[in-house]
């Protein structure tokens, strides 16, 4: 419930509300969003495009960061909405050859004035509330494609349900987006670790890869969700990591193959049961590369444990 509507309920000022929203949200009773709060770990309703974009602001931009060093020149992929994605988007722009299919029209404005970009935008009808194009049109126009990775958000992350949404649309969409895609790559900052919304988008045994940034020492939501996913197969990229900002230095994130000490997850991809280049009888825009190296971030020290 928004802070206004609160104030309404009790009859008191959104001054005196807001106090004691904070007080509960001390004592675990709720969690605090932009504008008012959301029962804990409930299946909230998303916020709009004006609170997401105000939240976890640094995080995202590192998550982006790091995430661009995944795509390679001449590359094609699809890129789905949500304001972690457009601040991807931006960094995008300096790739060349690379082709973006897109159902996200902050995506699309991002990457307008890249010379060097091609960007293919889905059908469907408009969805006011994060500017992405949803519905049976936007689902049709990605019937046939083929891309080597999807790069998708959502409003929610866990071990159990993997990626999800609070709208069925979105929702929908994403999934349409996964399946056109060999590998798929999820950006989600430690806030949406451990929350499930209504909708699943991407179970966990179809995330090749998950973007993320640094969970604070007193998370342990964060860091209990992470060790599962890590468990499931799934590889942790931490944005923030040693040497994070400084594309000069060598990249720490350690390859799937490489000998020696692993510090890594290993790569999921034959769970999907998509070879390289295959399903879809549409066009084949190119098939999927192993992911790279990026700078400015690392894997996380996380291995499935033994059972």
């Known amino acids: 419930m928004s802070l206004r509507e609160l104030a309404r309920v009790v009859q008191t000022s959104e001054v005196t509300v807001r106090r004691d929203v904070r007080a509960l949200e001390a004592e675990g009773l709720l969690d605090r969003r932009h504008g008012g709060a959301v029962l804990p770990g409930g299946f909230a309703r ?5 609170q997401k974009s105000h939240l976890a602001t640094a995080e995202k931009t590192a998550i982006a960061d790091l995430a661009a060093g995944f795509v390679e020149e001449g590359e094609a992929i699809v890129v789905g909405a949500g304001t972690t994605t457009q ?6 722009a300096r790739v060349p050859g690379l082709t973006v299919v897109t159902n996200s029209l902050l995506v699309a404005q991002a990457l307008a004035h890249a010379n060097r970009v091609e960007v293919v935008m889905t059908g469907g009808t408009l969805r006011g509330s994060n500017y992405a194009l949803v519905g049976s049109g936007a689902e049709q126009s990605l019937q046939g494609l083929r891309v080597s990775r999807a790069f998708l958000s959502g409003s929610g992350l866990t071990a159990e349900r993997g990626l999800s949404t ?11 987006l996964v399946q056109a895609a060999a590998e ?19 179970p966990t045994d179809v995330i090749t890869r998950l973007v993320t940034d640094e969970p604070p020492g007193h998370d342990d939501r964060a860091a209990t969700e992470l060790q599962a996913l890590a468990d499931q197969g799934v590889q942790i990229a931490v944005a923030g990591g040693p040497g994070a900002g400084a594309a000069q230095q060598a990249p720490e994130v350690v390859a799937a193959d490489r000998r020696g000490p692993r510090r890594d997850v290993p790569l ?9 280049g295959g399903g879809g009888s549409g ?3 190119r098939t999927a590369a192993p992911l790279a190296e990026p700078p400015g971030g690392r894997v996380a020290d996380l291995a499935p444990r033994r059972r």
């Open 46 to 50: 998303e916020s709009g495009f004006p």
């Open 87 to 92: 601040e991807l988007a931006r960094r995008l």
């Open 166 to 176: 609070s709208n069925m649309l979105s929702a929908s969409v994403d999934r349409a």
């Open 184 to 202: 798929v790559v999820v950006l989600a900052d430690h806030t949406k670790l451990g929350t499930d919304t209504m909708f699943q988008t991407v």
């Open 268 to 276: 999921p991809g034959q769970r999907r049961n998509l070879a390289p």
């Open 283 to 285: 066009p084949q825009l």
